[in-house]
């Protein structure tokens, strides 16, 4: 039973623009979200993450929105350049150590 | 380069072959993990290791065995592999005993099973 989705499997955003990734989950225990940039033939990186105490963290280009009620997060990435251009897998754990990670979102950015 | 190596990056082997995967980190992390990538799919999470200790085993096949050593190192011994198992190997290791920390990850093995 998947209990990170993410309903998206490809985005494409123009140079500049906004790229807004979305991501819901099932299980109301997981209280810490993350967000992962993968290129091909590399592993995941770790991009920006948030407690369940917040609704929002900010990192430079990068900000996740977290809106618990509705069990929604979102990336948003602004402005978007060609290096952003990647598969963006969103993740979230219950109180420890393992993550569930949903099936990833591929951005294109267009130059 | 993320602190979290794997080898070797490709590999193809034979259903009857018997191959592993090596895992080594140099984080100083007591969590390792093992997940598997498929096409389209979310990264699916196979076993995890907590300060050596096997604390999870995700209905993964037998073919599939995990060793640990120690907190640096991660196997995973394969065996009587079969054609669908051909994915994206992934090792992941953090700091496993503080709740609510990233993993980072290895760069994975391309496994083709032939």
């Known amino acids: 039973d998947q209990q990170v989705k993410q309903n998206s499997p490809s985005l494409s955003v123009q140079e500049g623009r906004i790229s807004i990734l979305n991501c819901d989950y099932t299980n109301s225990m997981f209280d810490y979200f993350l967000w992962y940039k993968k290129y091909p033939a590399e592993g995941p990186t770790f991009l920006i993450s948030i407690s369940s105490i917040k609704d929002k963290n900010e990192d430079g280009r990068f900000t996740v929105f977290l809106n618990k009620s509705a069990k929604h997060l979102s990336l948003h990435i602004v402005p978007s350049q060609p290096g952003d251009s990647a598969v963006y897998f969103c993740?979230?754990?219950?109180?420890?150590?393992?993550?569930?990670f949903g099936a990833g979102t591929t951005v294109t950015v267009r130059a | 380069e993320t602190g979290v190596t794997q080898t070797p990056r490709h590999l193809v082997m034979g259903m009857t072959n018997k191959k592993s995967l090596k895992c080594e980190q140099h984080l100083g992390h007591n969590a390792m993990y093992w997940y598997k990538q498929s096409a389209k799919k979310p990264l699916e999470l196979m076993f995890v290791y907590n300060f050596k200790e096997q604390t999870e085993n995700n209905s993964v096949p037998s073919r599939f065995s995990p060793e640990c050593p120690n907190s640096s190192h991660l196997f995973l011994h394969l065996h009587t592999l079969q054609p669908e198992d051909s994915a994206l190997y992934l090792c992941?290791?953090?700091?496993?005993?503080?709740?609510?920390?990233?993993?980072?990850f290895g760069q994975g093995t391309r496994l083709t099973v032939v």
């Open positions: 993740a979230a754990s219950e109180n420890d150590y393992k993550l569930s």
């Open positions: 992941a290791s953090s700091q496993g005993e503080e709740v609510n920390t990233e993993a980072f």
